[in-house]
């Protein structure tokens, strides 16, 4: 099967490549790069004021199925990541159940190849069934294929027993993926500030997110161990990974894009759509995390995407489920950034591509020749609505439902095959 893309916009920040050209695709190879317009191919796409760019790689996404399925399976929303340009996912381990075992992993793979439409990069559980208690059996895990170990949003109180997983990844090479807050001063509903204290709802200040930082830092220091922060919310914490990098330590970060986008100020008539956890912040923490991924202290974004059912959202706002259906809407989100002048596009590439690859520890997609076609095909001018019809994921908590949107994948190839077309 050949594959002529005509006229697009390439974009790789790995190559430092902003061009026009054709891409001429081949046995999932790309083949060809340049003025193609004599090539002929079995299928041939216009692509002329489109954005063409490697393909995504999502570290932090839940897929739920399993004993979830009524908020998603792992082929409902590996469709919907490959929509939104991923091939490449690393799934929360706080799955039902945990993915603690070989069993679970295995499982999960199973469904995913299965599905066909995105490889599957594990993040296993740090402890067992993410109780905090105990050590997984971190390095039979490894031997299942997970990337790296998380206790997902559960926090690990006992040091002694940080200590111990950290000094048992470090031992191994391994790598922990953290999700900072501290268990006691995250028992509230938002971010603590003038909106939660207007709407009476229990607020998580931003020092739930810093004392755990510094915590995991230090230990991160002292033991050796590779550690990725996921899901950065305050302009402190971006401080203190811009801090550590300074100071030499090999840490990365990365941010949820609803983070990106929206603040604390949208929860106002208790719009449960926005319940997160962590908790959407205030606009300066907003426009630090632009500059955080501007100046290279957060080097990925995520999309920390949670598919929920409709019931899971229609209650007191504090009894709701957390999280947001993300996949549907991360395109458009990416482009109201552009189009607001707060990001660019070779900058949102980078950071969902090349430094997520690279934090997975996979091979980062390249456009270049004799390399395998992991790419996406984005229209920024693309207008649509985001409802019932129009959505993939089996998520019903899309913030953005009922919208015109702007900005739409077209097409993702996975190693030349494809896994999405509009």
């Known amino acids: 099967m050949s594959i002529l893309i005509s006229g697009a916009r390439i974009l790789d920040p ?20 340049g003025d193609l317009a004599k090539v002929h191919a079995d299928t041939q796409v216009d692509a002329k004021g489109m954005i063409l760019s490697p393909s995504f790689v999502d570290l932090n996404t839940c897929l739920r199925d399993l004993s979830q399925i009524q908020k998603g399976t792992v082929a409902s929303e590996t469709y919907a990541a490959a929509s939104a340009g991923f091939t490449d996912l690393c ?28 490889n599957l990069l594990p993040i296993a559980a740090l402890t067992k069934n ?7 059996n971190m390095e039979s895990l490894s ?13 690990i109180t006992d040091n002694t027993v940080l200590l111990r997983c950290y000094e048992y990844a470090a031992t191994f090479g391994l790598k922990v993926f953290v999700q900072a807050q501290d268990k006691q001063l995250s028992n509230g509903h938002m971010h603590a500030g ?37 899901q950065l919310t305050s302009s402190a914490g971006v401080a203190l990974i811009r801090q550590a990098k300074a100071q030499g330590m090999k840490v990365t970060a990365d941010v949820g894009i609803a983070h990106l986008c929206f ?37 990925a974004i995520c999309s920390a995407h949670q598919p929920h059912e409709s019931s899971a959202k229609c209650a007191p706002f504090a009894a709701t489920a957390t999280g947001m259906a993300i996949y549907d809407m991360l395109i458009p989100l990416i482009q109201g950034l552009v189009d607001a002048n707060e990001l660019t596009w070779m900058a949102a590439i980078k950071a969902l591509s090349f430094n997520s690859a690279n934090i997975a520890d996979i091979k980062a997609t390249r456009l270049a020749i004799s390399k395998a076609a992991n790419l996406t095909l984005i229209d920024p001018n693309h207008s649509w609505i985001l409802d019932v019809d129009s959505q993939l994921s089996q998520g019903t ?26």
């Open 14 to 33: 790995s190559l430092e490549l902003d061009t026009v050209a054709d891409v001429y695709i081949r046995g999932g190879v790309i083949e060809s790069i």
């Open 91 to 118: 799934p929360s381990p706080d799955t039902q159940p945990c993915s603690d075992t070989g069993s679970v992993i295995s499982m999960i793979n199973s469904k995913a190849e299965a599905a066909g439409f995105c």
């Open 130 to 136: 993410l109780k905090g208690t105990a050590l997984s």
């Open 143 to 155: 031997r299942s294929g997970c990337i790296g170990f998380s206790n997902a949003g559960y926090d």
């Open 194 to 230: 003038p909106t939660a204290t207007r709407m009476g709802l229990d607020g998580i200040p931003v020092i739930a997110e810093t004392l755990s930082i510094s915590r995991h830092l230090l230990f991160m220091q002292h033991t050796g161990v590779q550690g990725h922060f996921n």
């Open 263 to 299: 603040t604390d100020t949208a929860i106002q008539g208790y719009r449960s759509q926005y319940h997160m956890q962590p908790p959407l912040r205030e606009e300066s923490d907003r426009i630090a995390l632009l500059v955080g991924i501007k100046d290279g202290t957060i080097d």
């Open 397 to 422: 908590n899309q913030a953005l439902a009922y919208q015109t949107l702007k900005a739409r994948v077209q097409l993702t190839l996975k190693d030349g095959q494809v896994t999405y077309a509009v």
